[in-house]
């Protein structure tokens, strides 16, 4: 059978969330199809497997931006998961939401039904908390939230160095106040990671309306038409089709999707022609509005062993943690190494806050890829919260096989760096608190630099996503916008975009639980207003 209702693009945090939600129903057929392998193996269900598979290439894309101009002309490393779980196979694994004004925000922007109040509810559907149980918190849902059981005391070094310097302290960063500092909660179970695959596809592989095929590239949408009727993948080295009854779900991620558009026939007209490829709408926005978070991290080298490093002792505490991961499923391999942090104002006049503090217990440069990453020692990274930047995907080829060209354009507008220097300011200042002095020994790259001017040149030569890209097939009812509120992409039939593209604007938090609640809601979307009749 090559005929479904339903045919899905990606296997990642939507794209899992989509297939389980709609083969609830019996009556509906789905295939979803996924680059990636099965996303089951231990270095996705150990959480500290993220120090293999965010660096390397195992189940990871490793895309590279093209050389950006605000960071002294470096091309930025940009993993991506690739496997059943998408991204949320190798991320961090903390659980926030941003604030609720960026979801009102979204909604006045042109968006009916996405306001907080609106999506509050798909939140609380997904998440199954093991701690808090409130009107913000779920506790049945597929999606387990859990507290840190690393038992790290660097943890509470970071609490008290914090207090110390003056910020607040939170126990729950998505309840009814975000801002603070605390220890994040994590999408683990039982101190293994819960990937959007384990937690929504895994149990569903067995229903007879599911079809998952791992190992399969999509190359373009089929259309008869405007109406996307299938889609064109290679699998095992031969290509084949499968056709799709009521709609096409592209969850590609803010990447690829919008490059699948493309390779389609929809973006800019001049810009496909240039490409040799046949217009099927002219849609301008495909793959304009690209938002991250750029992140700049001050590192510490520090004498303790709850840190992670190398050395000859640190090894051999690493084997004891072994041994006591098997045995009690907590300690040292469930760290997600970003183990707290926190949301504050730069500024105390904003109403929300404008910045990210994410406390690893590591040395952690340059994502892990150097050799930096075997000392041991901590690392705090800050990260301006909405930035005014924007950047672009396109395509570099016309070949489906070639990577997207992606210019997140970081830095280019002059505030973002404003907001940047303010943070590191901030962030410095918790690492100075007496605190930490016990554990000091050296501060890395930054050591005696003081003025704004030395930090921005620091930030330029330093600073690294934090892995939030958005935007890119943006959710609106204006003329660049690529989807509808129902995200059904504009001007054609059939199809429609659900994943991290989708967001207008880049939410104050990580993305992946928002990018689920995107999905929790796009299933009762097709539900209710299927994209062609
Ligand atoms: C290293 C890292 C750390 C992160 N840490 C956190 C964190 O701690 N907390 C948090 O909230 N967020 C975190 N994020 C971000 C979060 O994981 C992502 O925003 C989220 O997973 C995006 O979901 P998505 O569905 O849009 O895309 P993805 O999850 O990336 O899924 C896209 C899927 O599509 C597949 N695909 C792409 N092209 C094709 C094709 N042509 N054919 C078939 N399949 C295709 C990919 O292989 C992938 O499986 C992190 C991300 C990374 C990379």
Same mark, same amino acid.
């Given at each position: ?20 939600? %709609? ?5 509906? #057929? ?41 960071? @002294? ?19 961090? $694994?903390?659980?926030?939401?941003? &604030? ?61 160095? *914090? ?17 603070? /500092? ?24 067995? =229903?007879?309306?599911?079809? /998952? ?22 699998? #095992? ?14 969850? +590609? ?8 558009? $493309?390779? *389609?026939?929809?973006? @800019? ?8 490829? *046949?217009?099927?709408? &002219?849609? +301008? ?25 190398? #050395? ?45 503090? &994410?406390?690893?217990? !590591?040395?952690? &440069? ?19 919260? =909405? ?9 570099? #080829? ?14 280019? @507008? ?5 907001? $940047? ?9 918790? %690492? ?24 921005? !040149? ?41 994943? +991290? *593209? ?32």
């Amino acid at each position: 059978m090559d005929t479904f209702d339903c045919v899905i693009v990606g296997g990642g945090s939507a794209g899992c969330v989509l297939a389980a939600r %709609l083969t609830q129903d019996p009556a509906v #057929s789905v295939c979803l199809l996924e680059a990636g392998g099965e996303g089951r193996g231990a270095l996705v269900r150990v959480p500290l497997g993220i120090v293999v598979t965010v660096p390397t290439q195992l189940i990871n894309w490793g895309f590279r931006s093209v050389p950006q101009p605000g960071l @002294d002309g470096r091309r930025c490393y940009q993993p991506r998961g690739r496997a059943l779980g998408g991204s949320s196979a190798i991320n961090a $694994m903390i659980y926030t939401r941003g &604030h609720a004004a960026d979801y009102d925000a979204w909604a006045a922007a042109g968006n009916p039904g996405w306001s907080y109040a609106e999506v509050l509810p798909y939140f609380r559907r997904a998440e199954n908390n093991a701690r808090l149980h409130d009107e913000y918190h779920g506790a049945d849902g597929p999606l387990p939230v859990s507290d840190s059981r690393t038992g790290n005391p660097m943890q509470q070094v970071f609490l008290a160095a *914090s207090r110390q310097a003056g910020f607040r302290l939170t126990e729950d960063f998505n309840g009814v106040d975000q801002e603070g /500092v605390g220890v994040y909660q994590v999408t683990q179970q039982q101190g293994e990671r819960w990937s959007a695959a384990r937690a929504y596809l895994h149990p569903h592989l067995f =229903r007879p309306n599911l079809r /998952v095929l791992t190992g399969a590239r999509t190359r373009r949408i089929l259309f008869t038409g405007k109406r996307a009727t299938g889609v064109e993948y290679s699998r #095992s080295g031969r290509v084949e089709t499968v056709t799709a009854r009521t709609e096409v779900i592209l969850s +590609a991620g803010t990447f690829q999707s919008p490059q699948l558009l $493309m390779l *389609s026939g929809i973006g @800019d007209a001049d810009e496909l022609r240039r490409h040799g490829i *046949s217009v099927v709408q &002219h849609l +301008a926005g495909v793959g304009q509005n690209l938002q991250d978070h750029l992140d700049y991290t001050l590192i510490h080298r520090a004498k303790s062993l709850d840190l992670l490093g190398a #050395s000859p002792r640190g090894l051999l505490r690493f084997v004891r943690e072994f041994g006591r991961y098997r045995r009690q499923r907590n300690g040292m391999l469930t760290s997600n190494v970003a183990e707290a942090g926190g949301f504050l104002k730069t500024d105390p006049g904003l109403s929300v806050p404008d910045v990210q503090l &994410h406390f690893c217990v !590591a040395v952690v &440069h340059n994502h892990g890829r150097t050799l930096q990453h075997l000392w041991h020692g901590y690392s705090l990274h800050v990260c301006a919260l =909405r930035p005014g930047s924007r950047g672009q995907v396109s395509l570099a #080829s016309a070949r489906p096989e070639a990577a997207p060209r992606i210019d997140p354009a970081y830095l280019s @507008d002059t505030h973002d760096i404003e907001v $940047m220097v303010r943070g590191f300011r901030l962030a410095r200042r918790i %690492l100075e608190a007496p605190a930490f002095a016990p554990y000091h020994t050296r501060e890395l790259f930054s050591a005696g630099v003081e003025s704004d001017q030395q930090i921005r !040149a620091l930030i330029r030569a330093r600073a690294e996503t934090i892995y939030h890209p958005v935007g890119t097939c943006r959710m609106g009812s204006d003329d660049g916008a690529v989807v509808d509120a129902a995200l059904r992409v504009r001007g054609v039939e059939g199809l429609r975009v659900v994943d +991290a *593209s989708v967001m207008p604007t880049l939410i104050g938090g990580n993305t992946h639980a928002p990018t689920i609640m995107i999905a929790e809601k796009a299933a009762d979307l097709i539900h209710r207003q299927p994209s062609a009749g």
